[in-house]
C-alpha cells in the first residue's frame, strides 16, 4: 500500500503562482513514477503532469506543457506540481497519483491516489 497526502491548495487570484505538494509513505518502493491529475466539477479527471522517480523525466500533455512544472525530492519522498500564471479555469481539484503501467495520461494507469487539493482561483 502506498499513502500519498496532496497539500499547498487554496484561494489564488488569477496571475498568482502556487506549488503543490504531495507526501508519499508506505511501500514508496514499489512506485516508479507518479502523476498529478486534475478535475474540475461536471468534467472528466485531466492528466497534468507525471515524473519518472528516478530519471527525474518529465511527462506533459500538449494542453498544459509550459504552464506546469513537476519535480520530486526522493529524500522527503514529496513530488511537487508548481506553476504561475493561475487563470480560473485552473479552478480543479487536484490529485496526485502512483502510476502502476500503461499510459501516462489515462487514470486508470494509477493504482493508488491521494485525497486531493482544492485550488480555486479568483478572477
Known amino acids: 500500500q502506498v499513502q500519498l497526502v496532496e497539500s499547498g491548495g487554496g484561494l489564488v487570484q488569477a496571475g498568482g503562482s502556487l506549488r503543490l505538494s504531495c507526501a508519499a509513505s508506505?511501500?514508496?518502493?514499489?512506485?516508479?513514477?507518479m502523476g498529478w491529475f486534475r478535475q474540475a466539477p461536471e468534467k472528466e479527471r485531466q492528466f497534468v503532469a507525471a515524473?519518472?522517480?528516478?530519471?527525474?523525466?518529465?511527462i506533459y500533455p500538449n494542453s498544459v506543457k509550459g504552464r506546469f512544472t513537476i519535480s520530486r525530492d526522493s529524500a522527503k519522498n514529496t513530488v511537487y506540481l508548481q506553476w504561475h500564471g493561475l487563470k480560473p479555469e485552473d479552478t480543479a481539484l487536484y490529485f496526485c497519483?502512483?502510476?502502476?503501467?500503461?499510459?501516462?495520461?489515462?487514470?486508470?494507469?494509477?493504482?493508488?491516489w491521494g485525497q486531493g487539493t482544492q485550488v480555486t482561483v479568483s478572477s
Open positions: 497519483a502512483a502510476h502502476d503501467s500503461g499510459n501516462y495520461e489515462d487514470p486508470s494507469s494509477y493504482n493508488y
Open positions: 515524473i519518472h522517480l528516478s530519471s527525474g523525466i518529465t
Open positions: 508506505g511501500r514508496t518502493s514499489t512506485t516508479y513514477a
